[in-house]
């Protein structure tokens, strides 16, 4: 009698063979998953490494996203000559071509309704055009480290003629080189060498540090980024501040 086995019995062992069974897979799951957190100052590179993982091991941007990337490079054109062009001023910069002093004026008359719509007029583009062609603006740019502009200024303005035809899409390589403010937490997921890598990146600008104390738990891996050009530029919220005494 003490040999005998009831169905109840049959039943808990398979329920627990079924328990283990799960708790073992979950158990690999999880040692195949990595958490990493990005975080650093703004503009050290941070979105810019998720974007490089979304390219490289996600098969990239699809046309559809791409062309939702469209107005941030038109904006992001935009924002680098005004940027140029204020700076002018505080510098002590005259321009080459003293007619391109009604093209400053005519930039910051077009630029507010353009970036509204996410479009880059023809007209906004021939200012834009004319004011990166002249010799003053170029002296300008070559002591961007005296004020803030994007990294990707020479890049979207060199290349003007493209950028501002009708049918433009941007490239893979346009999209990566965007610049765009992060506010909270973005989540990237992609798989290397069958591990399932999680990537967050939040936001670096002081308003958005606070927000950090609450991604560490479970991290495999904490990545600062630090742009190695950072050491002499100034700070994207405080003009005052020269990047590395942040970090230092």
Not at 8 to 33: T, W
Request: proline share 1%; charged share 30%; with cysteine.
């Amino acid at each position: 009698m003490g040999c005998t086995v009831s169905a109840e019995d049959k039943a808990a062992a398979e329920r627990s063979k079924m328990i283990d069974k799960n708790l073992r897979e979950d158990g690999e799951k999880a040692a195949r998953e990595v958490k990493l957190l990005l975080l650093g100052a703004g503009e050290s590179g941070k979105s810019t490494i998720v974007k490089q993982m979304k390219i490289i091991h996600e098969d990239g941007y699809s046309e559809d996203e791409c062309k939702q990337y469209r107005a941030v490079v038109y904006s992001n054109t935009i924002q680098s000559i005004m940027a140029i062009v204020k700076a002018m001023s505080r510098l002590n910069i005259d321009y080459k071509n003293p007619a391109r002093v009604d093209d400053a004026q005519q930039l910051f008359a077009l630029a507010a309704a353009a970036e509204e719509q996410g479009i880059l007029p023809e007209d906004l583009a021939n200012v834009i055009r004319r004011l990166w062609a002249d010799r003053g603006i170029r002296s300008c740019f070559a002591r961007s480290r005296e004020y803030q502009l994007n990294d990707s200024a020479a890049y979207y303005l060199n290349d003007l003629e493209r950028i501002a035809k009708a049918d433009y899409i941007p490239t893979q390589q346009d999209v990566l080189r965007t610049r765009v403010k992060t506010t909270g937490i973005v989540e990237t997921h992609f798989t290397f060498k069958e591990l399932h890598f999680k990537m967050f990146d939040v936001g670096g600008q002081r308003s958005e540090r606070k927000k950090w104390i609450h991604c560490f738990e479970g991290v495999t891996a904490i990545i600062f980024c630090v742009a190695l050009s950072a050491y002499d530029l100034m700070l994207a919220e405080d003009e005052e501040m020269v990047r590395k005494n942040l970090l230092l």
